[in-house]
């Protein structure tokens, strides 16, 4: 089955500057990868994803790339808020996917003022 | 817009007591998972469910029981509980009408048992 690896587990960047996270995926067949920002006491919702016949993706401060021949991809937030502090989870999917989505372990982000 | 809603919040249960996590969602959607987070080990899918009638177990089925009667309601029994099942539990749903389509989860149950 899929595995993913996420790095780092935990990241520290200044308000304003930027903030990458990275995952690696095993299996050449997953063609989805979505991310999901989880806050405190709440449950994952989705920010961005990105299907495997596309190289990036923008959605104002955030981007994802994906590398289908490294297997990786990546999160991007630029300009970082006090309120993009939150763990952040990579996810693929292959195949057809019933069985839903294969996590990585998170990014505990934190936004210093 | 409900969404996924998952009760109780929090639950505090006894070894070998038995409890039900229950999960409901008003999105139509045919496909419902649970999953279980434990800190530091992202989330792990326990049991899922691709229709009324039809459930399958994922990676940490052990422990837990799930029934699919109706396309809304997806609970997950805890028959005995064991200091390993203290965990917060997510449900979540999706339509998979292709392999790109998104998940939409609750906001969790935390269950501690001692």
């Known amino acids: 089955g899929e595995n993913v690896e996420q790095h780092p587990s935990t990241l520290s960047v200044q308000e304003g500057d930027s903030a990458v996270i990275k995952c690696t995926y095993s299996?050449?067949?997953?063609?989805?990868f979505p991310w999901y920002k989880q806050e405190l006491g709440k449950g994952p919702q989705l920010i961005i994803d990105?299907?495997?016949?596309?190289g990036e993706k923008k959605d104002q401060r955030i981007a994802v790339t994906l590398n289908k021949t490294a297997k990786h991809f990546s999160l991007h937030i630029t300009e970082t808020q006090p309120e993009d502090s939150a763990v952040y989870f990579c996810?693929?999917?292959?195949?057809?996917?019933?069985?839903?989505?294969?996590f990585g372990k998170g990014t505990h982000l934190i936004i210093q003022p | 817009n409900a969404g996924v809603t998952q009760t109780p919040k929090f639950r505090i249960l006894k070894i070998g007591q038995s409890m039900t996590l229950q999960c409901t969602q008003d999105m139509n959607h045919n496909y419902m998972y649970w999953y279980r987070q434990d800190p530091g080990m992202g989330l792990k899918l326990i049991y899922y469910s691709v229709g009324a009638g039809i459930t399958d177990k994922g990676e940490v089925p052990n422990g837990y029981n799930v029934s699919r009667s109706t396309t809304e309601d997806f609970p997950l029994r805890l028959e005995l509980a064991a200091p390993s099942q203290t965990s917060v539990y997510f449900c979540?749903?999706?339509?998979?009408?292709?392999?790109?389509?998104?998940?939409?989860f609750g906001n969790g149950t935390r269950l501690t048992v001692t």
């Open positions: 979540a749903s999706g339509e998979l009408r292709d392999s790109y389509s998104p998940l939409h």
């Open positions: 996810a693929g999917r292959s195949g057809g996917g019933a069985d839903g989505l294969t």
């Open positions: 299996d050449s067949a997953s063609n989805y």
């Open positions: 990105i299907r495997s016949n596309v």
